[in-house]
């Protein structure tokens, strides 16, 4: 076990909706990066958080925002879902952003958009 | 040109055959690699980092050559416990957005008895 926890496990929501997913980052870690795994793909990067500020950001549209708390908790809002959304969202933790520090995922949170 | 590309896959295999996965990637920039390995429904885990000299972790094998923006895995002797999806993975750089790990689509292993 990472120590990394997300939550929920599952979700299921249909299109336009909004959704809010949470990690938890292993004690001592200050940054979380989010990815979306869609099946049959490797994961892609969303965004990544340091000390509670956006710290890099992917290819992926405003509607992907987040948010970084003082524990170093975290989380992803998606807004206006679409189908294409469906996909397995993991959150990673890293002792820093910077170097190659490991990064620790969590167990993922699987949405379905229907 | 996708920035990490893998062997599609998947790889079925007896047990302790040697398998070898290759990955290639784009950003010369790069400046760390990887290989996770992903279980069925399951969050990715660091297998091993991969570096210039090569390293070898019990039967796992891992070269890179940053000439050829080439990075490979061997499995040596290979266990039914092995049955996975491999990620070929590199991370840009140091910091900021640079510090993200970009990820290949990943080969699948089955190795039967």
């Known amino acids: 076990e990472t120590g990394v926890t997300q939550s929920p496990t599952h979700l299921i929501k249909t299109r336009g909706q909004q959704v809010t997913l949470r990690c938890s980052s292993q004690s001592g870690h200050n940054t979380v990066s989010w990815y979306q795994q869609a099946l049959g793909q490797g994961p892609q990067f969303i965004f990544q958080?340091?000390?509670?500020?956006?710290?890099g950001r992917g290819n992926f549209p405003p509607r992907f925002s987040g948010l970084q708390f003082p524990n170093y908790s975290s989380e992803l809002n998606v807004n206006a879902l679409e189908l294409d959304d469906s996909a397995l969202y993991l959150c990673?933790?890293?002792?820093?952003?910077?170097?190659?520090?490991?990064?620790?995922f969590g167990p993922g949170t699987r949405l379905t958009v229907l | 040109r996708k920035e990490v590309e893998q062997d599609p896959g998947p790889f079925n295999v007896p047990e302790g055959a040697t398998v070898a996965f290759n990955c290639t990637y784009s950003?010369?920039?790069?400046?760390?690699f990887f290989w996770y390995r992903q279980d069925c429904r399951k969050e990715p885990k660091l297998l091993m980092s991969?570096?210039?000299s090569g390293n070898e972790d019990g039967r796992f094998t891992a070269q890179l050559n940053r000439a050829s923006q080439y990075i490979s895995l061997l499995i040596r002797d290979s266990k039914l416990s092995d049955s996975a999806t491999y990620l070929c993975v590199v991370n840009r750089g140091y910091g900021g957005s640079q510090g993200n790990l970009i990820f290949g689509k990943g080969t699948k292993l089955s190795v039967k008895p």
């Open positions: 958080y340091y000390r509670e500020e956006e710290n």
């Open positions: 990673a933790s890293s002792l820093t952003s910077f170097g190659a520090n490991e990064q620790f």
């Open positions: 991969v570096y210039s």
């Open positions: 950003n010369s920039a790069s400046q760390s």
